[in-house]
């Protein structure tokens, strides 16, 4: 017989996840409701807090992430109830969640904010680490330290950082596309940034800007609460700074990247003996010719890429991306799925199913957007998406009507790869407008790039790389959709100050 459950804690608002967009939603919610309990629901016994906020433009945000005991939440908002529990089922007809303690939670309106996990080349392998959060990040760092070779494959901002931020040890690093950093950059910029990779990096060690609290303390506690693959939300975009990511041998950089090319198969040493097959040494550069011979030395596993190479390594990481972490929600429910395999959100960030919502990386924006806005898994969009969520959710609980937020009127997100601030707006890579478009450029090598995508005279996107303060001018220009054809070549000119022009 089942025992019996205790009775149902209700709360009018639920969040579920702790990482950036559930924080926010959760806090967003008890400002407009400082009389009502509202129930943020986690797995982690740690919570993502954005810190030093920074509102650079209209639309440009900066701020850093800050992971914190669950308990600063609660005593900075004390109608906030922090539920340290991963979801076992979401009962949406019953306006209710089950929780992996046993618990059951009643909601009048609930925020499904439990971000995306992350895709493993191959499942079960000891060799193979996907780098996601704090945990996983340290792990990474403890392998690290053994290891005389590792392997990347991937391309997006975890890949581009980690390559970058690894020092003696051999790296391989494996990408679909014909340069690095493809989600953010095109051709010119990757090669801007090639550069710096392979010369000797200064020793700029810069204070890591976030407080760290693993969470190994409650590591076995939590551990009975939740599955393990649910503790952990992403990493925040500093996660590298404080992290000694040094290999065994005493030398900064060296690099070798393989482009167009995925993972074919992986072999353990075992097999590989077995099937005799031969993997190469890491590429000397002799001349400029790439030479290629036998590696002679063992190693714990080896990939073998599409492009017919096969490297042995210490361990691989992977850095393939995100895929949204539905379960356990979908099942018994009848959601609507993107293709991407998120829950579709309307412009009130509503799933397909009453009273619920969704924000951050586990939702999918299927409204029409404005022609310079996508939708990117980033932190800057968690942040929006999250307290964008509980003013929906607020409106519609008091019945009141709310406009889009003008944060969705320009994709605009601020970071930095390689210690350069990298600023993207709009269509910055040109994103769906075919060949109908031009580029403008200017670059000084080791110091800016600056592209500028222009369809009709009018600026529809921006990639800003290095200290260029252009990034106000180039969001108003985006934003009012000028006609700058009388500009011409003088909208990049170094010797032309544009923002007098456009003041």
Partial sequence: MEAARPPPTAGKFVVVGGGIAGVTCAEQLAVHFPSEDILLVTASPVIKAVTNFKQVSKILEEFDVEEQPSTLLENRFPNIKVIESGVKQLKSEE?????????????????????????????????????????????????????????VIGNGGIALELVYEVEGCEVIWAVKDKNIGNTFFDAGAAEFFTSKLITEKS???????????????????????????????????????????????EFSHKIHIETMCEVKKIY???????????????????????????????????????????????????????????????????????????????????????????????????????????????????????????????????????????????????????????VLLGKYNAQGLGSDHELMLRCTKGQEYVKVVMQNGRAMGAVLIGETDLEETFENLILNQMNLSSYGEDLLDPDIDIEDYFD
Avoid at 213 to 229: F, N, P
């Fill in 95 to 151: 306006h209710c969640i089950l929780t992996e303690d046993g618990n059951q939670h009643v909601y009048n309106k609930l925020c499904l904010c439990a971000g995306a996990k992350p895709k493993l080349i191959c499942e079960g392998n000891p060799y193979v680490l996907g780098i996601r959060d704090t945990d996983s990040a340290q792990e990474f760092q403890k392998q690290l330290t053994k290891a005389k070779r590792i392997m």
């Fill in 268 to 422: 353990l040493q075992e097999e590989f003996t077995i099937l005799k097959k031969e993997s190469l040494t890491f590429p000397r550069d002799h001349h400029n010719k790439l030479v290629k011979t036998t590696d002679k030395e063992m190693w714990p596993v080896y990939v073998e890429l599409t492009n017919e190479k096969i490297y042995g390594c210490d361990f691989i990481v992977s850095a393939t991306g995100v895929t949204p972490n539905i379960e356990p929600f979908v099942h018994g429910n009848n959601f609507n799925l993107a293709q991407d395999g998120g829950l579709e959100v309307d412009d009130h960030m509503h799933t397909s199913l009453p009273d619920i919502y969704a924000a951050g990386d586990i939702c999918t924006a299927s409204w029409h957007p404005s022609p310079v806005w996508q939708q990117m898994r980033l932190w800057t969009q968690a942040r929006q998406m999250g307290w964008y969520a509980a003013k929906c959710m607020a409106a519609d609980s008091l019945g009141d009507s709310i406009d889009m937020d003008f944060s969705f009127e320009l994709f605009a997100h601020v970071t930095k790869f390689f210690n350069y601030k990298v």
């Fill in 203 to 249: 020793e700029a060690n810069v204070a890591h800007k976030r407080t760290r609290y693993t969470t190994e303390g409650k590591r076995k506690e939590a551990k009975t609460k939740a599955k393990a693959s649910n503790v952990g939300s992403a990493l925040g975009p500093d996660w590298h700074e404080g992290l000694n990511l040094k290999g065994t041998k």
